[in-house]
């Protein structure tokens, strides 16, 4: 046979000496046996790491191998709980039946199914009519109503896009005004602190001013006396008036000249507006006190006067249009207050106009000024019908989806100027709607006396929120501004020549001519903050632009 193999040797070391081994020299037989302990502790250290190297691989492999399983049951996102599912599932969102409404804030049903929504007037109760009962209101109504306009009708509510201005600015679109004497001039604040002028009737006549503020553009007023004179107020804590002509702007107001000291200490300029008997501008910050400013000799008048809770926006200021001296301003306080200018002090409001959170804005009816018209974030828009009476409890309260979490620009419920009924105002839609599979947010026409939907405007081209929205106060137009862009709607037309009805087909946009740079990213697409150039100083934002034609009819219902 054979002799044994070593390697059987090294691990059955126990039974390795043999009789005739045993008698040779102790010398010899220790020294080779301590070679060989030591050849063993080796190969036995070394089998060890290999196994631990293995079970570690095994190990491995089996965490990598888990199967997976798919479950079919519905598992809701926001709830964490099983049988039904939340979330957006084609343009459809679809709410959280544990959690209350988001249109109108109640638990009991879902957004899809919720009143409101199916008809926008459910629970509003309509305005009261005249008793024609008495004498006055027999003489009222053979007399005087038939000379009032009755509201609007539907055929000139301009619901067809005409044309678009796409990507005008490099950051949101905050405010909205139309020139005073150039109809077809509109112009734009964004989110950067820059002003844009658009002549939308020739597209490409357009300019933008870049160095006017470094931050949010939160509200613009022509000067009644110059119109070529704009008045700006920014988050930067600043007062701005700039000449149209030459591009030149001045600083009337600056609440931080000595530049950022932290949040505690910073201010900015929210709500504005002009009183014209007095020639003041009045405007507001960020921590609840209220500025005047003498259009005149461009300086402030007075002290800083307290209007609103300390430490809270007051982000909308209007003078009443029949008595100036009538201010109605909003805020973060969860308050709506009527003053009289002629003595303004802390605390000495005339009536406070109580919401259930923040109030976005808060205008008086646009010819009579005997209505008050308010936004709040709690869904609702809420109406006083007259200034004279109860001002405890709004009049109507209108269930309407502008909640929203960040990343937008305030909505706003706006009258319309023209409309001599004060019964119509347009806002923007958050909640998007199910148009033959496309999730779109509509512009809605709605008659506060009722609470009813009039129309709602909308284009298949427009997929973002449409939160800032003004009506021109002489012809029938509606500018909106949509993240970056800004389009113009005009009342759609039924009868018309061929000619005119090609090219009413064909809705014009205009975009910037952007070229790429090495590392694929646009010039003059940029999203820096930044308003300085390479060199260091501030330079206008010069762009070329292309008009580009689409073939296709706005829809709107």
């Given at each position: 046979?054979?002799?044994?193999k ?11 000496a ?18 060989e ?31 997976i ?17 939340a979330?957006f599932?084609g ?12 249109l ?9 199914t919720?009143?409101h ?21 027999y ?14 009708l539907a055929?000139?509510v ?20 139309f ?16 002003v ?21 553009v ?5 000067n009644?006396?110059?119109d070529?004179?704009?008045y700006?107020?920014s988050s ?5 008036c ?17 530049g ?17 008997g ?6 507001a ?15 402030k008048t ?9 430490g ?10 029949v008595q ?5 301003s909003?805020?973060n ?26 109030v ?19 869904n ?21 989806s502008?909640?929203?979490?960040r990343?937008l620009t305030p909505?706003r ?19 998007s709607?199910?148009y033959?599979?496309v ?5 809605d ?10 129309a709602e ?17 002489r ?7 949509s ?6 709607w ?19 946009f205009?975009?910037?001519n ?11 697409d ?25 073939r ?6």
């Open positions: 046979m054979p002799p044994p070593r390697r059987r040797r090294f691990v059955h070391n126990t039974k390795e043999d009789s005739d081994e045993e008698s040779s020299s102790s010398s010899s037989s220790s020294s080779s046996d301590e070679e302990d030591d050849q063993i502790e080796s190969q036995v250290d070394d089998d060890g790491e290999e196994e631990e190297v293995e079970e570690d691989k095994n190990a491995k492999e089996k965490k990598m191998k888990v199967p399983t798919i479950s079919l049951k519905k598992v809701c996102k926001v709830c964490k709980g099983k049988g039904h599912e979330g599932k343009a459809v969102y679809i709410d959280c039946p544990m959690k209350p409404c988001f109108c804030k109640k638990p009991g049903h879902t957004t899809m919720c009143p929504r199916v008809a926008m007037e459910h629970g509003v109760v309509p305005a009261p009519t005249m008793n024609t009962k008495t004498s006055f209101g003489i009222f109504k053979r007399q005087v109503q038939a000379r009032i306009p009755m509201i609007k055929s000139v301009p619901t067809q896009l005409e044309c678009g201005n796409i990507r005008f600015h490099s950051r949101r679109v905050t405010c909205l005004e020139h005073p004497t150039r109809n077809n001039v509109v112009l734009s604040g964004d989110k950067k602190g820059q844009g002028i658009w002549d939308y009737c020739k597209l490409q006549e357009k300019m933008i001013y870049g160095s006017i503020h470094t931050c949010i939160n509200n613009m007023k022509f009644l006396r110059n070529e004179v704009l700006t107020s930067d804590g600043t007062i701005s700039t000449d149209l002509e030459t591009g030149i702007s001045s600083c009337l107001l600056d609440l931080n000249p000595d950022w000291n932290g949040p505690a200490t910073w201010r900015m300029f929210y709500g504005m507006d002009i009183n014209v007095n020639s003041l501008l009045l405007v910050d960020n921590f609840g006190y209220l500025y005047l400013l003498d259009e005149r000799s461009r300086t007075g002290e800083p006067i307290r209007i609103h809770n300390k809270s926006k007051v982000v909308g200021l209007h003078c009443n249009p100036p001296d009538l201010l109605l909003c805020g306080d969860h308050f709506a207050r009527i003053w009289d200018a002629r003595r303004l002090e802390a605390g000495s409001s005339l009536a406070s106009l109580a919401h259930g959170r923040v976005n804005s808060a205008y008086f009816s646009p010819i009579t000024g005997s209505k008050i018209l308010t936004t709040s974030q709690d609702r828009i809420r109406l006083w019908d007259s200034i004279f009476g109860n001002l405890d409890s709004p009049s109507r309260e209108i269930v309407h502008h909640d929203f979490n990343h909505f419920a706006e009258w319309d100027p023209k409309d001599h009924s004060e019964s119509v105002a347009v806002i923007g839609r958050y909640i709607e199910n033959n599979g999730a779109l947010h509509p512009i026409f709605i008659d506060t006396s009722t609470g009813k939907l009039l405007v909308f284009d298949p081209d427009i997929s973002t929120i449409s939160p800032v929205n003004k009506l021109h106060p012809d029938d137009v509606l500018a909106s501004g993240s970056r862009s800004l389009f113009i005009k009342p759609k037309e039924e009868i018309a020549e061929t000619t005119q009805e090609h090219k009413r087909n064909c809705k014009e205009i975009y910037p952007a070229r790429k740079k090495s590392r694929g990213k646009l010039e003059d940029s999203d820096d903050d930044s308003d300085f150039g390479s060199k260091g100083k501030k330079d206008k934002a010069k762009k070329k632009y292309s008009i580009q034609t689409l296709g009819k706005g829809k709107a219902k």
